[in-house]
C-alpha cells in the first residue's frame, strides 16, 4: 500500500483569535468565550486564561473566580463563521483533495505531490498564504495519516507545523499521554487511567485481544490509532452535503397555520438529525411547489448551527418571504447543507447551562424511545385543531360528493 501523505490544519483558538482581529487590545491577554451570566459555561478561551485553569465548558462562575482578570466575550458565531468560510476558499483553490473536519478543521491529502513538488514546502507555503489572508494564527500536522497528522498538529500550537515522517512515528507517539489520541474521550481516559496507562507507548504495548475484551470494537481502533495505524480516508468536502425532507400534500392547500407547524416540525427532525450525526449546517433552504408545479426556493447562509431554535426562526422567515402568491401550495421542503463534522457546543453563547441540559435530556428521550418521542408544541397541532381540520375535511368532501351527485343526475343511461 502507497504511504500517505495527509495534512492536518487547526486553526489556534479559533473564536478569540478572530476576535482579536476585531479588537487588537486583546492580543496577550485572557480571553474567555461563552455565556454572559454566571449560571454560563466556558465555550472556549485563550492559552492565557488557560494558563490558570481555565477551559472549555467550565461554568462561567468558575471561571470568573480563577481568572478575574480575564476579559469575557459573548461570542459572534456569524463571524466566525465567515472567517471559516474565508480559509475554507483559500484550501479549496490550492488543494487536490480536502476534507472539513469542522469549523476550524481541515484535513488535505498530498498524496503524490512529493514527486512534483515537496509536501512539507506546499504546507508550509499554505500556512503563510492563510495567516497572510485572514490574520488568523494556524497550526499544521503532515503525516501518514490522519489521526498523526492531527496529533502534530496540536503539538505544533500555537502557529506552528510538524512534519512525522513514517520511521518516526512510533517514537513520536510512544511518549505523549494517550489524552492526545482523538477518539479517546473523558471516560474512555479514566478508564484507561484506572488501568495504570497513561502514555501512548503503554497502550500500544497491550495486547489488542485485551481491550478488545475490555471496550469491544472500540478497543480495537484505539489500539491501532496508538501503533499509528488509521486508514481512515480524506472525504472530499462540498458545500452540497445535505440532509433535507419533504411534503407532498393529499389535497393543495392554503392553510397558512397548518404550514407553519409543518415547517416547525421539519426542521426540529432535521436539527436532531444534525446533532445526531455530529454535523452542523452553514446553510438553509426553504422549497414550495404550488398547485401549478411552479416550484421555488429561497435559501440563507447562517452561522453554523444545529440548533433548533436557530434553524427553525430562518426557516419560518424564508417561508414567510417565500409565499407570496397565497396560491394552494402542493409541496413543502427544507433543506440544511454546507454541512461540517463537528459538536457545536450546545450552550455556545447562552446566558444560562439550562439549554444544554434541554437539549441533552431532550435528545437522549429521542435516542431511546425514537426521533417523535418529544416535539415542540409549534409543530404540533392541537387535539381541537385536528377536530376542527378534520371536521372541514369532511364538509369539503361532502361538498365534493353533493356537486358529483348533482352531475350524475343529469346524466341519461
Known sequence: ??????????????????????????????????????????????????????????????????????????????????????VTDIISGRAPLFEKASIDEHYIDLTGMERFYGCAQW????????????????????????????????????????????????????????????????????????MGISTIYTLRSIPQEMLESLMGRNGIEIWKRANGID??????????????????????????????????????KLAYELRRQEKLASC?????????????????????????????????????????????IRLLGVKVSGLVRGVQQLNMFEDTSEMVRLYLAVDSLRNRFGRNAVRRAAGVMTISERSEREVKKNDEISSEQKIIEERLRGWRF
Not at 461554568?59 to 466575550?73: G, H, S
Open 1 to 86: 500500500m502507497e504511504s500517505r501523505s495527509i495534512l492536518h490544519l487547526d486553526l489556534d483558538t479559533f473564536f478569540v483569535s478572530v476576535e482579536r482581529l476585531r479588537d487588537s487590545r486583546l492580543e496577550g491577554r485572557p480571553v474567555i468565550i461563552g455565556g454572559a451570566s454566571d449560571r454560563g459555561v466556558v465555550s472556549t478561551c485563550s492559552y492565557e486564561a488557560r494558563a490558570y485553569g481555565v477551559s472549555s465548558a467550565m461554568p462561567m462562575k468558575m471561571a470568573r473566580l480563577m481568572c478575574p482578570e480575564a476579559i469575557f466575550i459573548r461570542g459572534d458565531m456569524e463571524l466566525y463563521s465567515k472567517y471559516s468560510h474565508m
Open 123 to 194: 504546507a508550509h507555503e499554505l500556512h503563510n498564504t492563510i495567516v497572510k489572508e485572514t490574520g488568523l494564527p494556524v497550526s499544521m500536522g503532515l503525516s501518514v495519516n490522519k489521526t498523526v497528522s492531527k496529533i502534530a498538529a496540536g503539538e505544533a500550537k500555537p502557529n506552528g507545523e510538524k512534519e512525522v515522517v513514517q520511521q518516526y512515528v512510533i517514537p513520536f507517539l510512544d511518549p505523549l499521554s494517550v489524552r492526545k489520541i482523538p477518539m479517546i474521550g473523558q471516560k474512555t481516559y479514566h478508564t484507561l487511567r484506572a
Open 231 to 268: 486508514s481512515t480516508p480524506v472525504v472530499s468536502y462540498s458545500e452540497q452535503k445535505s440532509i433535507s425532507t419533504e411534503r407532498t400534500f393529499e389535497r393543495d392547500t392554503t392553510d397558512i397555520v397548518m404550514l407553519n407547524q409543518l415547517i416547525v416540525s421539519m426542521t426540529e
Open 284 to 328: 438553509i433552504t426553504v422549497r414550495i411547489r404550488y398547485s401549478d408545479f411552479d416550484t421555488h426556493t429561497l435559501q440563507k447562509r447562517i452561522p453554523y448551527s444545529a440548533f433548533d431554535h436557530t434553524l427553525i426562526d430562518e426557516a419560518k422567515e424564508l417561508f414567510r418571504r417565500l409565499y407570496q402568491r397565497r396560491m394552494l
